[in-house]
């Protein structure tokens, strides 16, 4: 696929994919290290929507080491945003136009961190003018760092991925997650639980939806998709799976954009059939 114009991957020459990738690193043996001696839990909106002391330490030794290298660049944290998907709206838009915009969940999976559950992530994006460009999603629990670079393909431990070769759903392993907000969010997700389940060998939900996408580029997993993320949970993921040879949409088929909340993310062979089923039990929650 053709470069961004004037899209660059390193300032002063300073490589903009290895300091996402020891920035990931970093911040995740952090957290591994904390993994069951957190100090402080609380909820965001809801008792399934949890931040600890050390979601918002990651976040700010990940804030700290990228603006050390670039100080002009822009950057969009989760713990930076207050909770709540208009909040999350209000922020991205007020950020999306940035030349180079760093977007970070500084653990993807804070529920299995507090449980002691090891499936949870570190991620990091890096856009340029609204379109991701990096890509990294760090797992330290298997110590697995997944990497993507827009036009340069997608790579774990320096090995190219690539997404799975399953050609029809019946075939497919997916993953999902079961979103906090029982009003709108999970009454979709469940019409597409139920639908999509008996036409595909069986879904996981992990709990890390930065971990589900870099999945899907590895080809372990054929799909995934979920109503009502945020961008920082899908940015890294998305140029993953794209680079790994697959495809991103929204729930409907349309382009993946850093805006998207619900996503779909395919080997690509599976996705409009996906897409069919969805939209067919009235689950695409657009
Ligand atoms: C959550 C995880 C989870 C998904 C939730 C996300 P967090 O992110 O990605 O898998 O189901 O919708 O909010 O809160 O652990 O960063
Ligand atoms: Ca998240
Ligand atoms: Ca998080």
Redesign the pocket.
């Known amino acids: 696929m053709a470069e961004p114009i004037n899209v660059h991957y390193s300032a002063s020459g300073k490589s903009f994919t290895a300091v996402a990738i020891n920035t990931a690193a970093k911040a995740g043996e952090w957290i591994k290290s904390k993994l069951g001696a957190y100090t402080s839990l609380n909820q965001k909106t809801s008792p399934g ?2 931040v600890t002391e050390i979601d918002k330490g990651s976040e700010k030794l990940i804030k700290n080491l990228i603006m050390t290298h670039f100080p002009e660049h822009s950057f969009l944290g ?1 713990e930076g945003v207050e909770p709540g998907p208009l909040a999350s709206a209000q922020a991205l838009e007020n950020v999306k136009d940035a030349d180079y915009l760093w977007i970070v ?1 500084p ?6 961190f507090v449980h002691g559950f090891p499936f ?1 992530s570190v991620s990091i994006a890096l856009a340029f003018k609204g379109e991701v460009i990096v890509g990294v999603v760090y797992d330290p629990s298997r110590d697995e760092l997944f990497v993507a670079e827009k036009g340069k393909g997608a790579y774990l431990r320096g090995k190219p991925i690539h997404v799975s070769p399953e050609p029809v759903l019946a075939e497919s392993l997916f993953a999902t ?4 907000d029982p009003v709108t969010a999970l009454p979709t997700n469940m019409r597409g639980l139920t639908a999509v389940l008996p036409k595909v060998r069986n879904i996981r ?6 971990l ?1 996408l870099a999945y899907v580029a590895a080809g372990r997993l054929s799909g995934f998709w ?1 109503i ?3 961008a920082w ?1 899908l940015a890294a993921g998305s140029l993953l799976v794209q680079e790994a040879g697959g495809k991103v949409t929204d729930t409907a088929g349309q382009p993946y954009h850093l805006g998207v909340r619900n996503v779909a993310a395919t080997n690509g062979h599976v996705h409009q059939e996906f897409i069919d089923v969805l939209k067919e039990a009235d689950a695409v929650g657009l």
């Open positions: 929507d949890l989760e969940d653990i993807d999976g804070t529920t299995n949870f997650g079961f979103p906090i939900n992990g709990g890390s939806a930065a589900h979920e009502n993320l945020n949970d």
